[in-house]
């Protein structure tokens, strides 16, 4: 695709509800990166692939996030039993492998409001 | 652990002025990239501008410049005859370089630019 497309732009989950987050890189970008954006706040990495690996997840908050790219192409974010502290918005980036710095690109992101 | 301020949360220019955003960091590494991203209400964050910390002179791209002082951890960026499209949220940012974990970026808090007419 032309860019990063992100679905759905938003989502109102229930306390407790799972829910899945959805990232479509651009075509031929190996790296894929999450980001989690609170309100107000600068995003904060979550999670790194390249092509199906994951290759950092140092920054998940917690057991209940779970990541996955399982062909190497898109990439979906799940949460399990959201909590109010979820409410974010999510970002989701690419870039080529060959990673010269700054080649992210980012989709419009999801914002997640748990209620 | 690598940080990044950016001490001014809103700041508000003049169309056809000219504005500077700070931005400090703090690190240990010798070689890193910063740069300067734009996130307007529709939420995507755009690269404005990208500076490799290996390359003394300053990066520039159009109307937007940056004062890179490396000794001092300082980022700024300056932008230049302002216009109503600049109205934006900004966000400094890090990144170490690949094949150290790089590729992850680290941001500040952001600085909310207004410009008005």
């Known amino acids: 695709g032309a860019g990063v497309s992100q679905s759905p732009r938003y989502k109102v989950a229930k306390r407790g509800q799972d829910v899945a987050l959805r990232c479509d890189p651009i075509?031929?970008?190996?790296?894929l990166f999450w980001y989690q954006q609170a309100l107000g706040q600068g995003p904060e990495f979550l999670t790194y692939?390249?092509?199906?690996?994951?290759?950092?997840k140092s920054g998940l908050p917690s057991d209940r996030f779970f990541a996955e790219r399982p062909e190497g192409s898109v990439s979906t974010l799940k949460i399990q039993r959201t909590q109010q502290e979820d409410s974010a918005v999510y970002l989701c980036?690419?870039?080529?492998?060959?990673?010269?710095?700054?080649?992210?690109?980012f989709g419009q992101g999801t914002r997640l409001t748990v209620v | 652990a690598q940080t990044v301020t950016q001490s001014q949360p809103e700041m508000s220019v003049q169309e056809a002025e000219t504005v500077t955003l700070s931005c400090t960091y703090d690190?240990?590494?010798?070689?890193?990239?910063l740069f300067w991203y734009k996130q307007p209400p529709s939420r995507q964050m755009i690269l404005v501008i990208r500076?490799?910390?290996?390359?003394?002179q300053n990066a520039t791209e159009n109307r937007f410049s940056v004062n890179f002082q490396k000794a001092a951890k300082s980022f700024s960026l300056k932008i230049s005859d302002s216009q109503l499209g600049d109205t934006a949220m900004y966000f400094c940012?890090?990144?170490?370089?690949?094949?150290?974990?790089?590729?992850?970026?680290?941001f500040g808090q952001g600085t909310e630019l207004s410009v008005k007419p």
């Open positions: 980036a690419s870039s080529l492998a060959s990673g010269t710095g700054g080649d992210a690109f």
């Open positions: 075509s031929g970008h190996v790296s």
């Open positions: 692939f390249q092509n199906e690996a994951q290759l950092d």
């Open positions: 690190t240990s590494e010798s070689n890193y990239y």
């Open positions: 500076q490799e910390a290996y390359k003394q």
């Open positions: 940012a890090f990144m170490k370089p690949w094949g150290n974990q790089g590729g992850k970026l680290i």
